[in-house]
């Protein structure tokens, strides 16, 4: 083989290692810090091997034979390297490394096993995630989907003991199966049709215009089922809000920054396939612009920061899918990466509030600000990333994003990202009031998280920054497409957002209980999630374990009751026959003398 | 001139009692002595199929019959009485040991 794929290779290989080790080694996993330790180092030589890879910019593909067939393997598997899948490995290494490193202080109090179990699950994930990420094929890539689906239930149920983590994990496991299930028919038909999962052969037919399936549109669809059940696009986002129950650095790692991406990066991936179908383009685009509004809504009622972050990870999804449906693939992708760095960012310096003040209640917390500046500034860093606001990371990919779906005349979806950035920016700098400025709340004396922290949020601004800068420097000639008005138009609305939030909770001009009268219908819509919560738990309630209880009902009395009638007449027949044998040997010999006679009988009559 | 039938037909009636005794007969020895019945109409037909065949070979066969039937009620004799000691009765009905 190849040796210069040796290096790609090894990205995924040190994280599946590790997690070897601490499988297979309970002495190893049970020493906690130690199992830490193994899983930081690990994750560390992949980050360089993955930014070597990247800095490279090394392209090949190298796959082994999986399912054998008479007319070669059915299946592959192996690695694809390419621009898409190198910017990924950075992105996934980085941010799990410094999740790993900040995890060793926010779950430091954890027991011993506890913590080396977390570090198992997460040396997976990541493997998992590689895995997927530099997958050649959809079969490859439907394993390690499914793999990184079973890590995050695993995480989000880390604290296993309560109910609600209990719950969320089980209740994110089927949300996400049901688009799955999309995803897999998808698949199958899709390789029934063309008689292959590899990546490269179907995007050389793609090309080639001799990729004439019929009801491509059905099976691109199915695909994308799966992308929205991943990426929690509306309305199989329910799950993500709960998963905010599973710890603070499994959100900011599988929840912001990479599991959730899977879905866009799915449709990035298969860009060509779905170019052939505009009616399902046009489908992600309006569903992800939807999504993106009516997560943006529901954040800006929400009083839990990490649900505040959840619903703005929905939102920003959306805006992902949005842009990858308006055929502005590059664009959707860089805010993928963009908002992998901030989005962790946010989730890790939330974590290091939640770590300070313990509750995720902003309304208790309040003017902390001065009892952890660091965690403030990088949390305004993110924040204001977040937003939209130049130099930083998100204002570029937000643009070419709304620049895009402009392009594409969807002026529909257009219309309402535009609404999110604003309420976007109003969400978050309603978070960022409430949680630093203001009055405080919070009992007791939070203090500033440890180094150990506080090291991961820092390098995560950096990044952002320098994301922001470089997109800055570079972006001039990129987005030449997009209309001049578009600038200013997005930066307004993230300053009309910021002004709306200042004017509610920091100066008190506008009450934003009056403001919830006004708008009573939606607030109460927005609280209660649009019902959607409530639906499906309705659905779950009535259909499921209605046709749960009728399935039992038939196998308790119909399947069962057949076997026993069986059994019964088995045990009725036995004990008749039984009164043949009556021991004596004169009824034997009648038996045997009748039988002679009658073959006798028998003999005479028709054998003649 | 009696036929070959006429020796058939006694000896099918001689085999026919010693049954209908073996299978009403309460009593061991009883049982006994129907087999003995069933035996001989045996060896009638012997001797008669060897006669009007003109075949020597069913005379010698019968002389060995009869001589094995000596042997057969000599044990069955001994077991009854082996069950006798056992069970204080030879009546068949009693003896159902096997019953299901």
Redesign the interface.
């Known amino acids: 083989m190849d040796l210069s794929l040796l290096l790609p290779l090894l990205v995924p290989a040190m994280p599946f290692a590790a997690f070897l080790i601490l499988a297979i080694v309970p002495p190893i996993r049970r020493t906690g810090r130690g199992a830490g330790a193994l899983s930081i180092a690990a994750i560390a030589v992949s980050f360089v091997a993955a930014v070597i890879v990247w800095h490279s910019g090394f392209i090949g593909e190298q796959t082994w034979g999986w399912i054998p067939a008479d007319g070669g393997p059915i299946a592959t598997v192996g690695v694809m390297v390419d621009p898409i899948s190198n910017a990924m490995l950075v992105l996934v290494t980085l941010v799990s490394l410094l999740v790993q490193i900040y995890s060793l202080a926010y779950l430091g109090d954890e027991r011993p096993g506890a913590l080396g179990r977390y570090y198992t699950y997460q040396s997976l994930f990541v493997f998992s995630m590689l895995g997927l990420v530099l997958a050649p094929g959809f079969l490859q890539m439907f394993v390690f989907w499914e793999l990184v689906g079973l890590c995050s239930y695993l995480l989000i149920g880390f604290w296993y003991d309560r109910p609600a983590a209990a719950r969320a994990a089980v209740k994110a496991f089927w949300i996400t199966k049901l688009g799955d299930l999309g995803f897999i028919i998808g698949i199958v038909l899709l390789w029934s049709a063309t008689g292959t999962f590899e990546f490269s052969e179907l995007f050389e037919r793609a090309a080639a215009n001799t990729l004439a399936v019929p009801g491509l549109a059905v099976i691109m669809f199915l695909i994308y089922l799966g992308a929205v059940g991943k990426s929690a696009q509306f309305p199989l986002h329910v799950w993500l809000p709960d998963a905010m129950e599973g710890p603070t650095p499994v959100s900011a790692l599988i929840h912001a920054a990479t599991m959730v991406t899977a879905g866009v990066f799915l449709v990035t991936r298969a860009e060509p396939l779905f170019a052939l179908v505009p009616e399902v383009m046009a489908v992600i685009a309006w569903v992800g612009a939807f999504t993106a509004l009516l997560a943006a809504t529901m954040a800006c009622v929400e009083g839990d920061i990490k649900r505040v972050l959840a619903y703005s990870t929905v939102s920003q999804l959306g805006y992902m899918m949005a842009a990858a449906g308006a055929g502005a693939t590059p664009a959707g992708f860089l805010h993928l990466l963009t908002h992998g760095l901030f989005k962790a960012l946010l989730f890790l310096a939330a974590g290091a509030v939640i770590h300070a003040v313990g509750t995720n209640d902003m309304f208790r917390m309040g003017g902390l600000f001065r009892a952890m500046p660091h965690t403030a500034i990088v949390f305004l860093i993110g924040t204001l990333a977040l937003a939209g606001v130049p130099p930083l990371a998100g204002f570029y990919s937000k643009e070419a994003i709304l620049g895009g779906v402009w392009e594409a005349h969807l002026t529909g979806p257009f219309l309402m990202l535009a609404l999110t950035a604003l309420l976007t920016a109003f969400y978050m700098f309603r978070a960022v009031f409430l949680t630093f400025f203001g009055r405080a709340h919070a009992g007791g004396h939070p203090h500033e998280a440890p180094w150990l922290m506080r090291g991961p949020l820092w390098l995560l601004a950096v990044l952002t920054v320098a994301a922001g800068i470089r997109l800055a420097l570079s972006g001039a000639e990129a987005h030449e497409a997009t209309p001049g008005w578009l600038p200013p138009f997005s930066v307004g609305l993230a300053l009309f957002g910021f002004a709306l939030a200042l004017a509610m909770y920091q100066r008190g001009v506008i009450d934003p209980a009056r403001v919830a009268r006004a708008l009573a219908p939606l607030d109460y819509l927005a609280r209660r999630r649009y019902g959607l919560d409530a639906l499906y738990a309705g659905l779950y309630r009535g259909f499921i374990l209605g046709f749960s209880r009728l399935i039992g009902w038939i196998d308790r009395y119909f399947v069962d009751g057949i076997l026993n009638a069986l059994t019964a007449l088995t045990l009725r027949a036995g004990d008749g026959l039984r009164r043949m044998q009556t021991g004596r040997a004169q009824d034997y010999v009648y038996g045997v003398a009748f039988g002679v006679l009658l073959l006798f009988v028998w003999a005479q009559l028709w054998r003649r | 001139m009696i036929g070959l039938s006429s020796y058939l037909v006694l000896a099918a009636l001689v085999f026919s009692i010693g ?1 209908f005794g ?3 007969r309460r009593n061991a020895v009883g ?1 006994l002595l129907g087999i003995e019945l069933m035996l001989n109409a045996v060896n009638i037909n012997l001797v008669a199929f060897a006669r009007f065949h003109g075949d020597l070979t069913g005379l010698i066969f019968t002389l060995f019959t009869i001589a094995i039937t000596v042997v057969e009620v000599a044990v069955g004799l001994a077991i009854v009485i082996a069950i006798f000691r056992v069970r204080r009765t030879v009546d ?2 009693r ?6």
């Open positions: 049954l073996v299978l009403t049982i068949a009905d003896l159902d040991l096997l019953r299901g």
